[in-house]
């Protein structure tokens, strides 16, 4: 725009205002494109992806032995699987487009201040590692955590379906005291690991954004204490403006990536219930009789026992 208006009418500009007008309708259109492009498929792969593991949780639990519903109550299982199967289908998709979407626009801010001030980068290296070693000391507890809060969870579920569906027994023996502590300390004991997950992301999110707002200081005092004539001050107020971006960047990329790491646990266990030991075939080929048994006569069956 400062191009295509001239300082005075007697200089001629030099962009035309069409010239000007095609150009930002150009952008919008391809941004728009774009941002169609991305929704297409990050939907048509999340549709995908969470169909195919749906398919293969629901092969495997319908085909598992009665010994595993016997160890672990099948109500359980079934409500972790449910919530699992809900993360995969609409938080984890769109988790993995935000993270992905971060880290391109802090590519791309990195490779304009590399154009315009690679001086800045002394600065900011140390805090990408330092960032990225908060990530891994952040990690380890924080898939602790939730899975911790899944474990939590199902108790609280399963003991609530119980209540409602015997209130009437337990109405007419007047427990209702006693159902609802045990549902109260159920409740506390599965809040208890949410609150300490919520802690470590709040203590996460403190440490990174301090250590950008740091950061950005030292690149401002750097920038203003340099010699005159080493940088365009032109060029320094662009790189100032593209750290600034850079520094929320960096904050929101490691903190979507850290989000999408706690949501990964559902995977984890779809994964798990996927694996589970299957009863043997409903018909073994090698031990088929032949399609004409019997030929004639007739089976009688006395007594008949099985064992497991």
């Known amino acids: 725009m400062a191009r295509a208006t001239p300082v005075s009418e007697d200089i001629k500009p030099l962009v035309k205002t069409s010239t000007l007008l095609l150009v930002y309708v150009a952008l919008a259109i ?11 498929l990050l939907n048509t792969a999340a549709y995908k992806t969470a169909t195919l593991l749906f398919n293969k949780m629901h092969h495997c639990i319908f085909r598992a032995p009665m010994s595993f519903f016997d160890a672990t109550p099948s ?10 199967q809900s993360a995969v289908d609409l938080s984890i998709p769109y988790q993995v487009g935000d993270v992905a979407f971060s880290m391109i626009q802090l590519l791309g801010i990195i490779v304009v201040m590399f154009q315009a001030a690679w001086q800045v980068f002394i600065v900011f290296i140390p805090v990408i590692a330092t960032s990225a070693w908060y990530q891994q000391y952040y990690k380890s507890s924080a898939r602790e955590l939730t899975r911790l809060v899944g474990l939590c969870e199902a108790p609280v579920i399963h003991n609530l379906a119980e209540t409602i569906s015997g209130s009437t027994t337990i109405r007419s023996f007047d427990e209702e005291s006693r159902f609802r502590e045990t549902n109260m300390k159920l409740i506390n004991s599965y809040f208890r690991p949410v609150f300490h997950a919520a802690g470590a992301m709040e203590w996460l999110s403190f440490r990174l954004d301090m250590l950008s707002s740091i950061a950005f200081a030292f690149s401002l005092v750097f920038l203003v204490s340099i010699p005159p004539g080493v940088i365009d001050p032109v060029i320094a107020g662009l790189a100032v403006m593209y750290g600034f971006q850079l520094n929320t960047l960096q904050f929101w990329a490691i903190w979507n990536l850290c989000n999408l790491e706690s949501k990964i646990i559902s995977v984890e266990r779809i994964l798990q219930y996927s694996s589970i030991p299957s009863e043997p075939s409903l018909v073994i080929e090698t031990n088929r009789p032949a399609h004409s048994w019997p030929s004639h006569g007739e089976i009688d069956i006395h007594d008949l026992q099985g064992k497991g």
């Open 30 to 40: 391809g941004s728009s494109l774009c941002i169609l492009a991305k929704a297409m």
């Open 75 to 84: 109500a359980r299982i079934l409500s972790r699987a449910s919530k699992d």
